[in-house]
């Protein structure tokens, strides 16, 4: 078994951004699913910071959702990416590599 880390502080939308800019719309438990399967299941995405997250994205307009069916027949709220969320990612990815960039150069060795 994997050992799960914490999702760094700041980096949980542009996860969830991420992950539905790459699929066509997913409820809430398939976004954590495929987060934490792309991760190779190091990264936990709690219930208790999804949601919320979730929610604020919907009042950013980056996020559309609309209530559905599972394949289990349970009901579930769908979320698509507006293209707001996709200009969103793109400047949370932008921001991203820069700061992963400047944190590498202080970690290589002198």
Sequence with gaps: MAIRDE????????????????????????????????????LHVEEGSLYPALQRMLIKGWLVGEWGRTAENRRARYYKLTPAGR????????????????????LKPA
């Design 7 to 42: 999702i760094p502080p700041g980096t949980l939308e542009m996860l969830i951004l991420k992950t539905l800019a790459s699929q066509r719309e997913l409820h809430g438990f398939e976004i954590a699913d495929a987060i934490e399967r792309r991760s190779g299941d190091v």
């Design 87 to 106: 200009k969103q990612l793109d400047a949370e990815l932008s921001s991203y590599r820069r700061v992963s960039v400047a944190i590498d150069r202080i």
